[in-house]
């Protein structure tokens, strides 16, 4: 099957795919060919958390399309950010109804709101005679049963969506199990909308084996997978890069690290970012473990950089 039509989404990851590594990214590494920023939360009173507008503002953000990501449930709040993007530039945006934790679900944000369709409806209604963005929604199978996504789809249906965006989980399942495939096909059954598939695609096998049961969706959403593996959406695209690949796993590391370096305050900061990405990335190596405890033990800047360098040093193999 070809891969040269499939579109592949960086998704949202607050703490990792900041602009930062989005554009550190975009310097090393093709084939994704947008993104979802991580969620902008809406705040009430007329207010912008300016770090967050900043993250998406699309003066540092021109080597990666991106789509701002809004969390929130009061249409008033959505309407004064999504109109506040749009007179930024932004065209499109998304709307975070997926988010598992506990702290935000119970709020009815994120995926505490997929048990009230009859809210969400209100709330489209609302926000989408107001807004001049277009929207995108993305959600998960429900908040406590992969059930309730079909009392779900016939509101969506009532609107004019970009997408959307499907993780299948519940929100109370977190990144616990498999994504639930069978559910994914229901849900595309029972819906006028276009649909990014999203969940554990890891590898180009996984990659395979979604798009051969779906071959009718043609964008995928990749998350984790690309943290653990920045060439993902290259080897999926069958894009041949002529350097070793884990040079290029260092340079990218080298320049996200000295883009952090310029931008937190302090040490802990700095090493507690990195180490976040060492959680996922280490294990893409062959005998990672100790090496990888060596990295994520360490508190100063210095001591970090020894462990890192010192882990590249044995040019360790990487898991196919
Ligand atoms: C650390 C972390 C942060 C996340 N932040 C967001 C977010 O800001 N907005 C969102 O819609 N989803 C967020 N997600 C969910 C991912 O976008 C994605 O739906 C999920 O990881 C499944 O895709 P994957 O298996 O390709 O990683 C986050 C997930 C993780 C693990």
Not at 11 to 18: E, I, K, Y
Not at 65 to 79: C, R, S
Request: positive net charge; hydrophobic residues 40%.
């Amino acid at each position: 099957m070809e891969n040269d039509n499939a579109t592949i989404i960086l998704a949202p990851l607050q703490g990792f795919t900041d602009v930062t590594y989005r554009n550190v990214f975009s310097d090393h590494f093709s084939g994704v060919d947008e993104a979802v920023a991580p969620f902008i939360s809406t705040m009430g009173q007329m207010r912008l958390k300016p770090t967050r507008i900043k993250d998406v503002a699309p003066e540092n953000n021109k080597k990666l399309f991106v789509i701002p990501q809004i969390l929130g449930n009061v249409a008033k709040d959505f309407i004064f950010l999504a109109d506040h993007l749009y007179e930024m530039g932004h065209k499109k945006i998304n709307w975070n109804l997926g988010c598992p934790h506990s702290k935000i679900a119970k709020k009815k944000r994120g995926s505490g709101l997929l048990m009230y369709p009859e809210e969400i409806d209100i709330f489209l209604d609302t926000v989408l005679s107001k807004i001049s963005n277009t929207l995108s929604v993305k959600i998960r199978l429900g908040r406590k049963s992969k059930e309730e996504i079909f009392s779900l789809l016939p509101v969506l249906d009532k609107y004019p969506l970009d997408e959307i965006i499907l993780h299948p989980r519940t929100g109370i399942q977190m990144y616990e199990g498999t994504s639930d495939h069978d559910a994914f096909a229901q849900a595309l059954l029972n819906s006028h909308h276009r649909f990014t598939y999203n969940g554990d695609i890891t590898d180009t096998a996984s990659f395979h084996t979604v798009q051969k049961k779906f071959p009718n969706i043609r964008r995928f959403m990749i998350g984790r997978g690309i943290l653990a593996n920045p060439c993902l959406a290259e080897e999926i695209k069958k894009i041949i890069v002529d350097e070793k690949k884990i040079w290029r796993l260092k340079n990218f590391h080298d320049d996200l690290f000295t883009s952090y370096e310029k931008l937190f305050p302090g040490p802990a900061h700095l090493t507690g970012r990195m180490k976040g990405f060492w959680a996922y990335l280490g294990p893409t190596f062959k005998n990672s473990r100790k090496p990888l405890k060596n990295i994520l033990k360490t508190t100063s800047v210095a001591r970090y950089r020894d462990m890192v360098d010192l882990f590249f040093q044995t040019e360790p193999e990487i898991i196919k």
